[in-house]
């Protein structure tokens, strides 16, 4: 019997019995969707945190307060930066293009009858430069706000949504609590990072924020939150991040461990690369589980079918079929199953990454390399599921086969 023959008898007995056959399938069917559409998901978190990262800036190296103990350990980090070591290195360190101190502080917004809870930044004029912010209207701070301590804001752009009802806040007086800013600028979106909304950050001038809003507490000098610095260029990375790490263990006359701690984008995009790489890969195994149940069900169903068509067994090698046509009939129905699941699953988990790619802001792609290893795996464990089955039917003897009940 040739292999066409086998897949014609094979599709009229599995649509003999759709209802089981579709249950069947539903398994393969689920873990194959599972498998492309949770992949697909995990890749699309990596991209999405790479693009996140990418827009920080160019070249740009983080400098951030407290041991790596107390990093690791705490949210409330103690203050170890000044605002003098943010002048040192923008004076001392050559491979250093721009500094950007920050010191960020949570605050109440109220402008007429609208409040809003906001995550206050004062900031200096080359934060716009080290972490490639633009503005949309009005302008950023400048060196007289900074001077003069000058009570000015540039807000983000969902402020302008939910405080200002999209008036145009340009000129306007708002509060920051309780003491009185006006606004002279809005922000580009730039959306979300790290569970942080920068559409919703109000910038001050990071003098006015020191002497109004936070005050100082250091005898070493004004406290800062962080410090932003963008290199050179991509090859002076590592050479400022050695410059910079070495100038302020002098200032700070460190001997043992750091007060500190400099971080490039390419140490935090290798650190979240490889936390979200190892969800990836979580998820890749829960769905290839699901996917290995689903041919366990094949199996099961086989099973059942040897069991229900001994009689046809029988009377087919009675009238001459040879146990490789048994062997091959039974296969070839596994097959079927495992690949209808397979492809069906696939379009499904498709369909799935296509309506998240246009419902949320996650861009996942779809890999070709998964969907055919996806497909690939079902049409396996097909073969492998139904192998076990289809040996048994074709070790039945016709004579026990046909007289059985």
Known sequence: MDILE?????????ALNKLRSGLTMLGIIIGNASVIFLVGIGQG??????EQFESLGSN?????????????TTFNLPKTLVLADAEAIKRQVPTVKDVAPQINSRGVLNYQSQNMDSLISGVTPSFLIVRSFTTEKGRFINEIDLKRNKKVAVIGSEIVERVFNNENPLGKQMRINNISFEVIGVMESKGSFLGTNQDETVFIPLSTMANQLVGRTSPFGLEISFI???????????????????????????????DFGVQTQKDILQIVGTITGVLTLFLGIIAAISLLVGGIGVMNIMLVSVIERT?????RKAIGARKIDILIQFLVEAIILCATGGVVGTMTGIGGLLIIGMTTTLSPPIS??????????SGGIGLLS?????????????????RSD
């Open 6 to 14: 086998n897949v014609k008898m094979a599709t009229k007995t599995l």
């Open 368 to 377: 070709p390399v998964i969907i055919i290893v996806s497909v690939g795996i």
């Open 311 to 315: 009689k046809e067994i029988g009377l």
């Open 45 to 50: 978190i990596q991209k999405f945190t790479s």
């Open 386 to 402: 139904g192998v076990f089955p289809a040996t048994q039917a074709a070790k039945l003897d016709p004579i026990v086969a046909l």
């Open 228 to 258: 932003s610095v963008s290199a050179q260029d991509e090859k002076s990375i590592n050479a400022a991040k050695f410059q910079i790490e070495n100038l302020l263990r002098l200032r700070h006359k460190i001997k043992t461990q750091d």
């Open 60 to 72: 740009v190296l983080f400098i951030v307060p407290g041991t790596r103990q107390a990093r690791q």
